[in-house]
């Protein structure tokens, strides 16, 4: 059921109940009237009966009134919020950075429309039902047709929800004088997904975002292409089949911690707005390095991002989705680049050499990348490169021309052997990234932890899981001096 089918359904509600008060109303005062044409000033048991059970059906029917008026309010304010949604994702801002590869533009800003749709890229399908995978860039999690039959599948239990609160804010304010715990009503939490998708840098560079209904997704894919080839005449034709097999999406649980003030949770009149966006970024931000890092096992390598999404002193990170470096050592480890003993150097007469490196590492396999990753350290370091005269360094064309965008999620700063301040870069064809994700959205308050702080932690659990279609569509560059 979605917002329109829920609004009309409380005005049908709303508009019964004002006909019960009206007629309980009327049939009470023509009572009164009977009693007093008859004479009798003092009602009978019987009649005091009567009468208190109209006046019960008045009030009864008053209540309901308020609580169809309150989830009426609620609904339209969320049908706002979409309508500014869809405002928001026709926007378009071009900087007119050139894409490499298909004709586009990238479009950074908050919309969920961040560049233009690839029609070469790939349209991914389910396996058992045919039905489309992924979101499209200009489409709302919400109108996804998986998606949708969701928030209709749980609309009878989120109804009350949001006629009792409201807003996400309102809901996780009621539960902070607790410790408890509370699923989001759906058509909240396709509007957080909305917003990490506008944050995440993966998102940003092409990502492809999966609906995910059930705990395990399927997804057809081509692993080897058919091969055509010339024969001499009368001879044999050499039989090319293409092979297929499935990209398998498992749900895996991702936590996101927000923590804010006692005072800020009884005051704030937005509390909706500010606990939406504030789940947004730190789903954004674990998103990000669980699709770049997830499940790394080998040896214990940047050990100062403080997650165990990235090794540290060898502990197993079996709980984690497969991102792309971890997925890269184990199925195409020569995408890996770099991870010389005391990393790499810039010099000064190549000193694009790695990026280039990275960006032709995909094109070798016949692969198109259409993004590259870097944290802002080493976005800088290139940046302020200057030449023996201390003029700019010139960029190369393929660096200059492949959009570039920014997460620190991607560590800088870390050690490697005796070299210090290393970072990475990942490139990649970013449509070949699956990122599963489930509507079901739980958050938990946790007050006894912060309690002598004065706040109130919000534990956000997410579910879902990151797949790479094609391993290599993708190459990292590990170890890079970041100074």
């Not at 429309?113 to 499209?136: H, K, L, M, N, Q």
């Not at 809901?171 to 058509?187: F, K």
């Not at 870097?374 to 800088?380: K, Q, T, V």
């Not at 302020?384 to 064309?397: G, K």
Request: hydrophobic share 40%; proline share 4%.
């Amino acid at each position: 059921m979605n917002i329109a089918a829920m609004i009309a359904k409380y005005e049908a509600r709303k508009l019964a109940a004002e006909r019960q008060a009206s007629d309980a109303k009327s049939l009470g005062a023509k009572y009164l009237k009977a009693l007093e044409a008859n004479g009798l000033d003092r009602m009978t048991a019987d009649q005091t009966k009567q009468f208190e059970e109209l006046t019960a059906k008045n009030r009864a029917a008053v209540a309901e009134i308020r609580e169809c008026d309150g989830a009426i309010k609620a609904l339209r304010e969320t049908e706002a919020e979409d309508a500014e949604y869809m405002r928001r994702a026709s926007e378009s801002h071009p900087n007119g950075v050139k894409r490499n590869g298909p004709s586009g533009t990238v479009r950074p800003g908050a919309s969920i429309v961040t560049r233009d749709r690839d029609e070469s890229a790939p349209t991914w399908r389910r396996t058992d039902d045919g039905r489309p995978a992924v979101v499209e860039r200009n489409q709302r999690f919400a109108d996804h047709e998986v998606a949708r039959e969701i928030i209709e599948n749980n609309a009878g239990r989120d109804e009350h929800t949001v006629a009792m609160f409201g807003d996400i804010g309102q809901q996780l304010r009621a539960l902070t004088t607790t410790t408890g715990s509370a699923i989001v009503p759906t058509v909240w939490a396709s509007q957080i997904i909305d917003r990490a998708r506008n944050y995440a840098a993966v998102y940003q560079a092409g990502a492809q975002p999966v609906v995910m209904d059930r705990k395990i997704v399927q997804i057809g894919r081509l692993t080897v292409d058919p091969v055509a080839g010339f024969r001499t005449e009368g001879s044999t034709i050499t039989a090319s089949d293409p092979t297929f097999d499935n990209v398998t999406l498992t749900s895996k649980s991702l936590n996101a911690l927000v923590v804010g003030s006692m005072e800020w949770f009884a005051d704030a009149n937005n509390a909706g707005e500010v606990v939406t966006e504030a789940l947004a970024k730190a789903l954004a931000l674990q998103i990000d390095l669980v699709a770049l890092f997830g499940g790394v096992t080998t040896g214990a390598e940047q050990t100062t991002v403080g997650n165990n999404l990235l090794a540290s002193g060898g502990l197993p990170n079996p709980p984690n989705p497969t991102g792309i470096l971890a997925n890269l050592l184990a199925n195409a480890s020569t995408s890996v680049l770099g991870s010389a003993t005391n990393g790499t150097v810039q010099t000064a007469a190549t000193f694009y050499k790695e990026v280039l490196d990275t960006i032709y590492t995909p094109r070798d396999f016949n692969e198109a990348p259409n993004a590259l990753l870097w944290p802002s350290h080493l976005a800088r370091i290139y940046a302020e490169a200057v030449n023996t005269l201390n003029d700019p360094m010139r960029v190369p064309a393929d660096v200059d021309n492949i959009p570039k965008f920014v997460t620190n999620q991607i560590p800088s700063g870390f050690t490697q052997g005796t070299g210090t301040l290393m970072s990475d870069i990942v490139v990649g064809d970013f449509t070949q990234l699956l990122i599963g994700q489930r509507l079901d959205l739980t958050v938990q308050t946790l007050t006894e932890r912060y309690a002598e702080l004065g706040q109130v932690a919000l534990l956000a659990t997410w579910r879902g899981d990151v797949q790479l279609a094609r391993p290599r569509a993708f190459s990292v560059y590990r170890y890079i001096k970041g100074t």
